[in-house]
């Protein structure tokens, strides 16, 4: 990222003091991140003590194997004894862990009291099928709260889980049940999504014809829906019919702070999916201090709610085992943000009385592309801080999550981590940190990031580069599964001695750090380094655009040239002059060096199921390329639309 352009791309001068009342009364203080300063490892050996150990640990990190870490070694715990049995033990088995919503509008709620008998049944259930302690189990299934007690269960029994995201194919599953040799599957017979129950049994049969996943010995089957589904006798195994007559009670056995806890695939631009591994200790002390930090939970009084799938990391760090561990109460639903209506999410917020909402900057967008007048229509008061997680969030849609969703009271804490840190990295804290519009800010207590130039070295404050992390944390990553070196090669080899995250980052004037997404998604025009994010933002500022996406198609005048392709607001047809008026908007806001050449409008963007742009199916578009691989994409028609849509694009 050249530091002319940079200067131009810094126009986000917005500023919110955290709330009084907030501030007030925050879990985290200022002093948090002095205690950190002075000494990291105590502060995480100090914060391992959230958890409750049967064998508390003497030694806080080994990294005498760089970059193999090791996070109190030689302590012992239970993960689901510490998620579920404890706030029990505690006296709280009434309160509620879990609101289940399901898309047709059916609800349960779960206490921990309940949650503990579903989980013993559940363990009780894997150790009959065969599951030993170390067996990888994996789990196919919809949002339901058997999907919370299947992996509290693994978790309960020491096997490690690889959940596998519903709505991906029998071939994605296939795959992953290959590569970490998984014996038995978790699925349900469907689920429902808008307005209509759709069936998941059938992939993993499908799944489980292919050679590679000759070893899984049984398929439990959770019943949702009640659709007809095929059966295999003897594999095939009711959820209902087997956990039910389990005793609903069973002893947790502690394992080591290093046992493995689930392996988790991201699905990276090129290649194989890697089989990112959490182990236990480590992992869940950082998932439950952050949960208890950038929310700000009060288990009492709070309804957590987090938008996101358990297919994704962020379903499984902030729906299972963060909020979890901290005992708190949270919503658990089912669906889609739209059945039967645009107001749904809105809906749910009032009815729970929810009031932390962690959801993802592409569902903001759409909300906002839905209109202001939707959540009007709902009473969202009780929410007191808002989350954002996935990809960058744009002012123009941090501004509008503010004031139309949090009422212009909330903070808005914008959580920057990823699938391999395990748990959030950089983030403002809700009663502290002055927030500041489309930036993550500042790591977090007991956090080392910086950014860093090609060299790896670290840039100084008003200029980009890469974000590095540059000590280990507690939730990081061991390794790639069954692959040390691809590990070693991915993410330590670019930096002597530092992590590198693959994106692009800058630090502001005030030091803060400014995330730009991938490297990969940073163009080369001119000889000037531009970021995919920040021309996107500054067309989402026009008041006609509602969603953008950016990418660089190779240009032979300039290397690549800047191709936009846009949602316009209300979905009106494109008025005369429009394009041009875009053009010079984007030139105003960041300079003429990243004016678009083209711009495209179209009625909807290839997103990923969680909701990353596919920027590398538009770039094709761009360059006149045959399409690559579409089966990550939630719906692949649009990317005919778009093609049919733009016959010259080139
Ligand atoms: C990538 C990780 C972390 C859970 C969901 C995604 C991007 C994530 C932010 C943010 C800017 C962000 C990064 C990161 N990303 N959060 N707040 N600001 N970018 O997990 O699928 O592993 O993706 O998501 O590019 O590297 P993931």
Redesign the pocket.
């Given at each position: 990222m050249s530091n002319e352009s940079l200067a131009n791309l810094m126009t986000e001068t917005r500023k919110f003091a955290p709330p009084a009342e907030v501030a007030a009364d925050a879990n985290v203080t200022a002093a948090a991140y002095e205690a950190a300063a002075d000494d990291r490892l105590a502060f995480w050996a100090k914060q391992a003590r959230r958890l409750s150990w049967e064998t508390a640990p003497t030694q806080t990190l080994d990294w005498s194997n760089p970059p193999f870490a090791k996070w109190f070694a030689d302590g012992r715990l239970n993960v689901a004894y510490n998620c579920v049995d404890r706030h029990v033990e505690a006296g709280h088995g009434d309160r509620v862990a879990i609101h289940f919503e399901g898309e047709p509008g059916d609800s349960r709620a779960i206490t921990y009291a309940e949650l503990q008998r579903e989980v013993a049944r559940a363990a009780h259930a894997l150790t009959e099928l065969g599951v030993r302690t170390g067996d990888r189990v994996a789990i196919y299934m919809p949002m339901l709260p058997e999907t919370v007690i299947a992996m509290l269960a693994c978790a309960r029994i020491g096997a490690p889980h690889s959940v596998v995201f519903g709505a991906f194919s029998a071939d994605a599953l296939a795959t992953r049940i290959e590569d970490a040799d998984a014996r038995v599957v978790i699925t349900s017979d469907g689920g429902y999504r808008r307005g209509a129950p759709s069936a998941l049994k059938p992939a993993v049969d499908e799944a489980l014809t292919r050679p590679g996943a000759a070893n899984v010995r049984h398929v439990l089957v959770v019943r949702r829906t009640g659709q007809d589904i095929p059966w295999t006798e003897g594999r095939d195994v009711w959820w209902h019919e087997l956990t039910e007559r389990q005793p609903d009670e069973h002893t947790p056995e502690a394992f080591d702070a290093e046992h493995p806890l689930f392996i988790l695939y991201?699905s990276g631009t090129t290649g194989r999916p890697k089989g990112i591994l959490h182990t236990s200790a480590g992992y869940l002390t950082q998932v439950a201090f952050t949960h208890h930090a950038v929310f700000d939970l009060k288990p009492e009084t709070d309804v957590f709610w987090c938008t996101a799938d358990v297919g994704?990391?962020?379903g499984h760090s902030y729906i299972v085992y963060g909020p979890l561990a901290n005992g708190a109460t949270e919503v658990l639903y089912e669906g889609t943000p739209n059945t039967p209506h645009n107001g749904r999410w809105w809906e749910i917020v009032q009815k729970y009385g929810v009031t932390i909402l962690y959801t993802a900057p592409t569902a903001i967008r759409t909300c906002m592309k839905w209109g202001d007048d939707i959540p009007a229509q709902f009473n969202l008061e009780s929410l007191r801080i808002l989350g954002?997680?996935?990809?960058?969030i744009n002012p123009e849609a941090w501004i509008w999550y503010r004031k139309h969703i949090g009422g212009d009271r909330t903070p808005v804490v914008?959580?920057?981590?990823?699938?391999?840190t395990g748990g959030i990295m950089i983030s403002p804290l809700p009663g502290v940190t002055a927030a500041k519009p489309g930036a993550?800010q500042v790591p977090l207590p007991g956090i080392s990031a910086t950014v860093v130039d090609d060299d790896g070295a670290e840039v100084g404050n008003g200029s980009g580069g890469y974000l590095a992390l540059t000590e280990p944390w507690p939730s990081m990553l061991r390794t790639i599964w069954g692959d040390d070196q691809r590990f070693l090669d991915t993410y330590w080899s670019r930096f002597e001695g530092k992590y590198f995250?693959?994106?692009g980052a800058k630090k502001d004037a005030e030091g803060d750090i400014w995330?730009l997404?991938?490297v990969d998604d940073v163009m080369l025009v001119s000889g000037h380094n531009i970021s995919t994010t920040e021309v996107e933002s500054a067309l989402v500022s026009h008041p006609r655009i509602a969603e953008a996406a950016v990418v660089g198609a190779t240009d032979p005048q300039t290397t690549q040239a800047i191709c936009a392709f846009v949602i316009l607001r209300g979905g009106a047809a494109e008025e005369e002059g429009l394009v041009e008026e875009l053009r010079a908007h984007v030139s105003k806001e960041l300079g003429p060096i990243a004016k678009p050449k083209r711009i495209l409008p179209v009625d909807e963007l290839p997103k990923t199921r969680?909701g990353k742009i596919m920027r590398r199916l538009l770039r094709d578009v761009a360059e006149n390329r045959e399409l690559g691989d579409v089966t990550t994409l939630t719906d692949s028609t649009v990317m005919d639309l778009i093609q049919r849509k733009l016959p010259t694009a080139a």
């Open positions: 991201t994704w990391v962020t954002s997680v996935g990809e960058p914008d959580t920057w981590w990823q699938t391999e993550a995250a693959g994106d995330l997404g991938r969680s």
